[in-house]
């Protein structure tokens, strides 16, 4: 049974998810883990979610704790390996480990780190939250997946899971193709927060026919084509979801890779159209949109 919890990454995903989490479960076994500077400053200004300040217990590697039962990962990519090393007080061969980050990657880094048994796959979809400094405002929770991909995680830690989300009335969902759901948000986010990015818009843009909207598009057919040479059971029925997915999105939202190039922060290009165009050429596959939106977010990233 799960009782405690914890997360690493404290951004537009994490204040959403730990700050329900934390009412729900009570501050006392709810731990947002951090650096010591970060934690001194979210005790001293605060975070704040939809205008109203979130009550929460801020820990960092100098507090001890007893091994958490379940930890969560909301970091950046580029973030994880010293997220992996502040994890190593707060976990042990019990604690299961949920992924929030985007792309295919980050649970094999998890798992080799601490054993694939106790690494549930996961991925977020339908939610809005957007950071400015220490706040973030939402309409849409959206609904977290999770699952089994071959002979990662353990049903065991799935029931445990389920049954702890369920409790708190927490939006889930538990596809039987897990890998294809990754996927999929793979598909969407090399689609839509390049795109965003790329041509620096909300999904309004997105949401109507143009240039944006065919560039984001050409990009999500190109994910479908390597990723059926993946293996992965992605067709044109699951680019027309992903499609209906995004035109159901508040206009005025943005995806993340937007919100980090307004911030001038490093994006997480490389989990995008780098995953894609590395294995398009593994498979002879052109993928020449992903080609051009890798390009242009480097030029972005270059002109900070």
Not at 21 to 26: A, L, N, R, T, V
Not at 222 to 232: D, K, L
Not at 243 to 261: A, E, F, V, W, Y
Request: charged share 25%.
């Amino acid at each position: 049974m799960i009782k405690t919890a914890g997360i690493i990454g404290f951004g537009a995903l994490g204040i959403l998810y730990g700050s329900y989490i934390s009412e729900k479960i009570g501050k006392d076994n709810f731990f947002v883990i951090a650096d010591k500077q970060r934690t001194d400053r979210y005790k001293r200004d605060g975070v704040y979610k939809n205008g109203s300040l979130c009550d929460m217990t801020y820990v960092s590697a100098e507090d001890k704790l007893p091994p958490l039962d379940l930890l969560f990962f909301g970091v950046k990519y580029n973030s994880l390996s010293d997220a992996l090393k502040l994890a190593e007080g707060f976990a042990d061969s019990h604690t299961i480990f949920v992924s929030l980050l985007n792309g295919i990657k980050s649970e094999e880094d998890i798992g080799e780190k601490f054993g694939f048994e106790n690494v549930v796959y996961s991925t977020t979809h339908g939610l809005d939250s957007l950071k400015s400094g220490n706040s973030i405002t939402y309409r849409d929770m959206g609904f977290l997946s999770f699952g089994r991909v071959g002979q990662v995680g353990s049903q065991k830690n799935i029931d445990a899971l389920k049954e702890f989300f369920n409790s708190i009335d927490f939006p889930i969902n538990t596809p039987e193709d897990m890998e294809k759901a990754l996927w999929g948000k793979l598909l969407l986010n090399t689609g839509c927060n390049q795109a965003a990015a790329v041509f620096d818009c909300c999904f309004d843009v997105l949401q109507k026919n143009g240039r944006e909207r065919e560039v984001m598009t050409n990009a999500m057919y190109e994910v479908m084509r390597v990723g059926q040479a993946e293996n992965v059971d992605l067709t044109e029925d699951d680019v027309k979801h992903w499609l209906n997915i995004l035109d159901g999105l508040n206009p005025n939202g943005m995806p993340s890779m937007r919100q980090d190039t307004l911030a001038k922060r490093p994006t997480e290009v490389e989990l995008f159209s780098g995953t894609i165009n590395r294995l398009g050429k593994k498979h002879g596959i052109p993928t020449p949109t992903n080609e051009f939106l890798y390009r242009e977010i480097k030029k972005i990233e270059e002109s900070y």
